[in-house]
């Protein structure tokens, strides 16, 4: 079974903190994205990886930014915590396949509070 | 690009009845279509999907969709619902020429007993 863990199940931070989200795939996927997901709106991408070093912007990359040094890990970074940021984020993995996207397995989600 | 509609945002129905929950997209050719599943406090689990073939597809948990271009909908259906069907359903429509993939703004399900 695909398996995608990341660091915290729940975080509070503090208006203006630098915040590192984690994320970790075991199936050797090419693919990982980071979403957020708030009541009413489903979910945006923010940023994706498709290899090592290599990144994407999505829909709403603004205050956000991304590491992938690893293929198995993909990082979201909060450079600036601001309490508009307060949401549930998702990871997700999945392999690449030439011709179009294929399905997305997720983690379990950190669901951040940004006082 | 491609976008996802969920009609309903909430829907209610009695355990062991019949469940249809609605997706339409938007997209300039034949989309990858899938549904997903949030559990409270969970993430999204896969529940189906459709990328070619039977317009009918079947799923886990006893749940089907069917494809329609016509209407351009990608409906979930399931005969009988149980209470541990109750979470968040999530329509989304992939692009056949890169990694792109939309997700709708999600269906509640509340069972009733």
């Known amino acids: 079974d695909v398996k995608v863990t990341q660091s915290s199940r729940y975080l509070v931070k503090r208006t203006g903190e630098k915040v590192f989200l984690e994320c970790v795939q075991d199936?050797?996927?090419?693919?990982m994205f980071w979403y957020r997901q708030d009541p009413g709106l489903g979910l945006r991408l923010i940023y994706f990886?498709?290899?090592?070093?290599?990144?994407e912007k999505g829909d709403i990359p603004e205050g956000y930014s991304v590491s992938r040094e690893k293929k198995e890990r993909f990082s979201l970074i909060l450079e600036s915590a601001s309490t508009n940021q307060t949401s549930m984020y998702l990871c997700a993995s999945s392999f690449a396949r030439l011709g179009g996207a294929e399905t997305q397995y997720f983690g379990p989600g950190t669901r951040l509070l940004v006082l | 690009a491609q976008s996802v509609t969920q009609p309903d945002i909430h829907i209610t129905v009695s355990e062991g009845a019949s469940l249809e929950l609605r997706c339409n997209y938007s997209?300039?050719?034949?989309?990858?279509l899938f549904w997903y599943v949030q559990s409270p406090g969970q993430g999204l689990q896969l529940l189906l999907k459709y990328f070619s073939g039977d317009t009918l597809v079947q799923g886990i948990k006893g749940f089907e969709a069917e494809f329609k271009r016509s209407q351009s909908s990608f409906n979930l259906r399931k005969p009988s619902v149980h209470w541990s069907d109750a979470a968040e359903y999530f329509c989304a429509v992939g692009a056949r020429n890169n990694n792109d993939m939309r997700f709708g703004a999600g269906t509640r399900l509340t069972v009733k007993p």
């Open positions: 199936m050797d996927h090419e693919n």
């Open positions: 990886s498709y290899d090592v070093k290599m990144k």
């Open positions: 997209y300039g050719a034949t989309p990858y």
